[in-house]
């Protein structure tokens, strides 16, 4: 298979469709300046549901909104909503039936409007009163709206006197104004003090729990913010899933530590998540915390797994077959063979050695989507890596066991070094980045891996 058609394989995820689904996204993907934002992303939302969407910074959550509230149009894939083909409907009816709070949104709201006028104006999914009418039953249902957020106070007044968090409040009674079947909530929780927050939180989870509401997807970047009674999660990372599922499975400390590359401890009290960062220092007794979170890779399946330490062989097997597909062209394939040695080992040298190999791999992978920000980054990654391995001072001594002096590394080290010519792949990609105007094409990265001898 060429290397494009593994770029664009759908993450074989909860994504069988069924006739009552509420949303189904197959195999989406979205491209700004060439850049991947979305890619492989196959979802089903199903009624009755509840789903938060966390990833970090520029992972694609709030693209992908965007896509569920008919805003945006996809580069790639099909996207069906409440049973109507977007691209084939009138989308102005179809946002009649979902709730929409973003970022996004307001800044199309005329700042001049008065937060009835906001609220009230969803009825239709109008960014205006000009054009329709509204009863005095859609009044009244907008001030419910606005009492039930603690924003009735507010309604005579103007979106842009209002601060950053009552703007907030006034989005999501303007989201609900339309009996939704579909509620789209973006990072409603940014810029509300502490007090505000908890009450959004408790207000989520009241809707959660009811069974008249609506499909819920709230997006956050906090998981103190899930408020109870969801059900689901999608975690992203770089634009694709990471981790999908029922909230127990797809939310763990595994899943959120590789999601956002550091290590985190996961706890659940009273139905509410409690995360927090583990410090990678050793202890004072100069043994590592076992509270540190196993790592995690994704597997062929596309679900996020917990990794222990692997046996050498199995280690070197990887490295085989990850340099076999990257001979082949096959950057995807070999960043996913590799991942599992450099995961399975604690041995500082070895990982900086497969995480090179990784990054070399990844910038391979970018380069065929045309991302030449992607494949800068991680050569310059692989550099900082492979630098490291050839810089080791025991380095020389890897390759000769029966050296006497000083500290030798473990057979597996060895075994690697002899298939890897460290100093020559160093090389092709310092060439690499210093090469006028810029990259390589993607077919030069199969020579960018040197075999030793």
């Given at each position: 298979?060429?290397?494009?058609?593994?770029?664009?394989?759908?993450?074989?995820?909860?994504?069988?469709?069924?006739?009552?689904?509420?949303?189904?996204?197959?195999?989406?993907?979205?491209?700004?300046?060439?850049?991947?934002?979305?890619?492989?992303?196959?979802?089903?939302?199903?009624?009755?549901?509840?789903?938060?969407?966390?990833?970090?910074?520029?992972?694609?959550?709030?693209?992908?909104?965007?896509?569920?509230?008919?805003?945006?149009?996809?580069?790639?894939?099909?996207?069906?909503?409440?049973?109507?083909?977007?691209?084939?409907?009138?989308?102005?009816?179809?946002?009649?039936?979902?709730?929409?709070?973003?970022?996004?949104?307001?800044?199309?709201?005329?700042?001049r409007l008065t937060a009835l006028e906001a609220v009230v104006t969803a009825r239709t999914a109008a960014l205006h009163p000009w054009w329709d009418r509204f009863t005095p039953a859609d009044v009244r249902r907008a001030r419910d709206l606005l009492r039930g957020v603690g924003s009735?106070?507010?309604?005579?007044?103007?979106?842009?006197?209002?601060?950053?968090?009552?703007?907030?409040?006034?989005?999501?009674?303007?989201?609900?104004?339309?009996?939704?079947?579909?509620?789209?909530?973006?990072?409603?929780?940014?810029?509300?003090?502490?007090?505000?927050?908890?009450?959004?939180?408790?207000?989520?989870?009241?809707?959660?729990?009811?069974?008249?509401?609506?499909?819920?997807?709230?997006?956050?970047?906090?998981?103190?913010?899930?408020?109870?009674?969801?059900?689901?999660?999608?975690l992203l990372r770089e634009g694709r899933p990471f981790a999908l599922g029922p909230i127990n499975e797809a939310l763990t400390e595994a899943t959120l530590s590789g999601c956002f590359e550091l290590p985190i401890t996961l706890e659940r009290r009273g139905g509410r998540f409690v995360?927090?960062?583990?410090?990678?220092?050793?202890?004072?007794?100069?043994?590592?915390?076992?509270?540190?979170?196993?790592?995690?890779?994704?597997?062929?399946?596309?679900?996020?797994?917990?990794?222990?330490?692997?046996?050498?062989?199995?280690?070197?097997?990887?490295?085989?077959?990850?340099?076999?597909?990257?001979?082949?062209?096959?950057?995807?394939?070999?960043?996913?063979?590799?991942?599992?040695?450099?995961?399975?080992?604690?041995?500082?040298?070895?990982?900086?050695l497969y995480q090179g190999l990784i990054k070399v791999a990844a910038a391979g992978v970018h380069a065929w989507r045309r991302n030449p920000q992607g494949v800068r980054k991680n050569l310059e990654g692989a550099r900082q890596r492979l630098a490291a391995v050839a810089s080791d001072?025991?380095?020389?001594?890897?390759?000769?066991?029966?050296?006497?002096?000083?500290?030798?590394?473990?057979?597996?080290?060895?075994?690697?070094?002899?298939?890897?010519?460290?100093?020559?792949?160093?090389?092709?990609?310092?060439?690499?980045?210093?090469?006028?105007?810029?990259?390589?094409?993607?077919?030069?990265?199969?020579?960018?891996?040197?075999?030793?001898?």
């Open positions: 298979m060429p290397p494009m058609a593994r770029l664009q394989r759908p993450v074989p995820v909860d994504a069988h469709v069924t006739p009552d689904a509420v949303a189904v996204l197959s195999g989406v993907g979205v491209v700004r300046d060439g850049r991947w934002i979305l890619s492989g992303i196959d979802w089903t939302i199903r009624p009755g549901e509840r789903w938060v969407v966390l990833g970090p910074n520029g992972s694609g959550k709030t693209t992908l909104l965007e896509i569920l509230s008919t805003y945006l149009y996809p580069s790639a894939g099909t996207v069906t909503i409440l049973g109507e083909r977007h691209g084939h409907t009138d989308v102005r009816l179809l946002r009649r039936r979902i709730g929409y709070a973003s970022a996004h949104l307001a800044r199309m709201l005329d700042s009735e106070q507010f309604a005579g007044h103007t979106l842009g006197t209002l601060s950053e968090g009552e703007r907030q409040r006034v989005q999501i009674a303007r989201a609900l104004m339309s009996r939704p079947e579909l509620l789209l909530l973006d990072e409603v929780s940014a810029g509300l003090d502490l007090g505000a927050r908890e009450r959004l939180v408790r207000r989520l989870s009241a809707l959660a729990a009811d069974p008249a509401s609506p499909v819920i997807v709230f997006v956050t970047h906090h998981v103190e913010e899930i408020p109870r009674h969801f059900t689901h999660a999608l995360a927090r960062g583990v410090d990678r220092r050793p202890a004072a007794d100069g043994r590592r915390s076992d509270a540190e979170p196993r790592r995690v890779v994704v597997g062929a399946d596309g679900r996020a797994k917990a990794l222990r330490p692997i046996p050498p062989r199995r280690r070197i097997a990887a490295l085989d077959a990850g340099l076999s597909a990257f001979a082949a062209g096959e950057y995807f394939e070999a960043h996913e063979l590799l991942e599992p040695a450099w995961m399975g080992t604690r041995d500082p040298v070895e990982r900086d001072p025991a380095l020389s001594r890897a390759a000769a066991p029966s050296d006497p002096h000083g500290p030798r590394r473990p057979a597996a080290l060895r075994s690697a070094l002899a298939r890897v010519d460290v100093a020559a792949t160093l090389r092709w990609v310092e060439d690499a980045l210093s090469r006028p105007p810029g990259l390589p094409l993607p077919e030069d990265f199969r020579r960018a891996i040197r075999r030793a001898g």
